[in-house]
């Protein structure tokens, strides 16, 4: 009896920032003829370009890249909007008979494309008191009770974030149990989709270092300068897009309280701080398949290697 896994719909390529996702899922859906579906929260920001390392033209291949540049940075992003609009472009995809590449670092959105994952509705009375708290003390003790209350919630969420923080405290108390509840469990009977999800591991001495010379790019590439023009359009506003990391830096800089050099080292900081986070919320589902972003000993790039564990999940 033939007992081989049915072929992966679609093609996941996740991990900690920096570690070459974009550029391995661009690869993967080019030798697949398929599309790359953006699933970094922060790309869906029209204008955001240089500080979420968007690809440029160039460095996409002539492969489209769907779901980059969909919303204002006014806008306040919602995971169940992401959703539906990443499960259409998938859907649209497999009609055709061709392969979606879902790429990105944002834990709750590749979750809530992939899996079967409903979003508990809102109280306003709830939400307007967490809100009044967070105006009023900041995000840190508010995260720390998220700390308390759901661990795995917390190390997903950054500190800072305090929007996704009042959410998931929320729905804690609304449902009585802790927002990571509202997940389905990571076994194979918990996808609406049948993936395959390649992590890209790196150790962490030179994920750093990664990290470092990104920033670095990103500030001679003009980061301080695309800040300064989104300022006119909302950003500072934006509840959303003005935390983003690096964003969020030279916004402060901008209005004097810090300095450039400041900011700059203060991304560095916070990224790396958000990369141990994505790499704690993937590591705990056993069905990413973890390739190591460096060559291995016979010299085999990282595209070859994903590649070859792709063969190898049709055909085995």
Known sequence: M???APTPQVIAV????????????????RRLGGEVINADSMQLYRGMDIGTAKLTEAERAGVPHRLL?????????????????????????????????????????????????EFPGTDPAV?????????????????????????????AILPGNGRRIVRALEVIEITGRPFTANLPASGEDAGHYRALQIGIATDRPALDARIAARVDRM????????VRGLEPAGLREGRTASRALGYQQVLAALAGECTEEEARAETVRA????????????RRDARVHWLDGAPDAGGAPLADRAWELLERTVTS
């Open 127 to 155: 939400r307007a008191r967490l809100e009044a708290e967070l105006e009023a003390v900041g995000s840190g003790p508010l995260h720390a009770r998220l700390t308390a209350a759901d661990p795995a919630a917390a190390a």
């Open 271 to 282: 990224t790396r701080r958000f990369a141990r986070r994505q790499e704690t919320w993937f």
């Open 69 to 117: 540049d969909v919303w204002d940075v006014t806008v306040t992003a919602s995971v169940a909007e992401y959703q539906r609009l990443a499960r259409a472009e998938i859907d649209r995809l497999l009609a055709a008979g061709r392969t979606p590449v879902l790429v990105g670092g944002s834990g709750l959105y590749v979750r809530g494309v992939l899996d079967r994952l």
């Open 219 to 226: 500030w001679a590439a003009g980061l301080v300068e695309e």
């Open 14 to 29: 996740v991990g900690p920032t920096a570690a070459g996702k974009s550029d391995l899922g661009t690869a993967l859906a």
């Open 2 to 4: 033939n007992t081989a």
